[in-house]
């Protein structure tokens, strides 16, 4: 039987205190930018936290030991388009040999429901960890999508990380694929009548590349 995901807040201080910067109105774009990765590298931290480790021997200039290096699989970074791509390079902090894979999807203004438009992939998927970041999980449809099109090519260890997740993503994104581990800065209260999440950070997107 495949594993159950979990769902974890991670409720660091450093993260909620700098999620509350990029929550402002009147946080600005280099600000915003900065701060998205700064968050993603301390989410890394703890996202990482399961990865599996081996015996080596090291040389050190005293003596011959016996320590642990990474073992098993490669992480892949796969940022949702366009705002998974603030998320990358905080990530790259901790994890600088991450290959990263691209989906671009963007969520249509009227239905609410994605539409995916691209999709480039390192190879042989089955054998990588990966990391589906996305600064918000609303409905949970482009999340979902995500999935949908990894698992289609291949790949089986999944990880979703995002900063600000609303109940109905959330519970709509383990209902599809309850194999997967989901994590979030923030779960907030729900989505308004536009698919916005309240309250939110409004469209992590456009805050990012100062766009409207
Ligand atoms: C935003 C966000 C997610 C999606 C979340 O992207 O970055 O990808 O909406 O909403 P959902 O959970 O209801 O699918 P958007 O479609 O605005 O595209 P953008 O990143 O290009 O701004
Ligand atoms: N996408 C965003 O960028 N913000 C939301 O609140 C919901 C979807």
């Given at each position: 039987m495949a594993k159950l995901g979990k769902f974890?807040?991670?409720?660091?201080?450093?993260?909620?205190?700098?999620?509350?910067?990029?929550?402002?109105?009147?946080?600005?774009?280099?600000?915003?930018?900065?701060?998205?990765?700064?968050?993603?590298?301390?989410?890394?931290?703890?996202?990482?936290?399961d990865?599996?480790?081996?015996?080596?021997?090291?040389?050190?200039?005293?003596?011959?030991?016996?320590?642990?290096?990474?073992?098993?699989?490669?992480?892949?970074?796969?940022?949702?388009?366009?705002?998974?791509?603030?998320?990358?390079?905080?990530?790259?902090?901790?994890?600088?040999?991450?290959?990263?894979?691209?989906?671009?999807?963007?969520?249509?203004?009227?239905?609410?429901?994605?539409?995916?438009?691209?999709?480039?992939?390192?190879?042989?998927?089955?054998?990588?960890?990966?990391?589906?970041?996305?600064?918000?999980?609303?409905?949970?449809?482009?999340?979902?999508?995500?999935?949908?099109?990894?698992?289609?090519?291949?790949?089986v260890s999944i990880k979703?990380?995002?900063?600000?997740?609303?109940?109905?993503?959330?519970?709509?994104?383990r209902?599809?694929h309850p194999d997967i581990d989901i994590?979030?800065?923030?779960?907030?209260?729900?989505?308004?009548?536009?698919?916005?999440?309240?309250?939110?950070?409004?469209?992590?997107?456009?805050?990012?590349?100062?766009?409207?």
């Amino acid at each position: 039987m495949a594993k159950l995901g979990k769902f974890k807040v991670l409720d660091h201080p450093l993260i909620q205190h700098k999620l509350s910067i990029i929550r402002d109105k009147n946080c600005g774009t280099r600000e915003f930018r900065e701060v998205v990765n700064e968050i993603a590298e301390l989410m890394a931290y703890e996202v990482s936290r399961d990865m599996p480790l081996e015996d080596c021997v090291i040389e050190t200039p005293i003596a011959k030991a016996k320590m642990k290096h990474l073992a098993g699989k490669k992480v892949v970074i796969v940022p949702i388009l366009r705002a998974g791509l603030g998320m990358v390079d905080g990530i790259l902090e901790l994890i600088p040999a991450a290959k990263v894979g691209h989906v671009g999807m963007y969520r249509d203004e009227k239905t609410l429901k994605p539409v995916e438009y691209f999709v480039k992939m390192p190879d042989n998927l089955a054998s990588r960890e990966i990391f589906i970041v996305d600064p918000m999980l609303a409905t949970g449809g482009s999340a979902i999508m995500a999935v949908d099109a990894l698992k289609k090519r291949g790949a089986v260890s999944i990880k979703f990380v995002c900063l600000v997740a609303a109940p109905e993503g959330v519970k709509a994104l383990r209902e599809k694929h309850p194999d997967i581990d989901i994590f979030a800065a923030a779960l907030d209260d729900h989505l308004n009548e536009n698919g916005y999440i309240v309250p939110g950070l409004g469209d992590a997107g456009d805050r990012l590349f100062g766009t409207k």
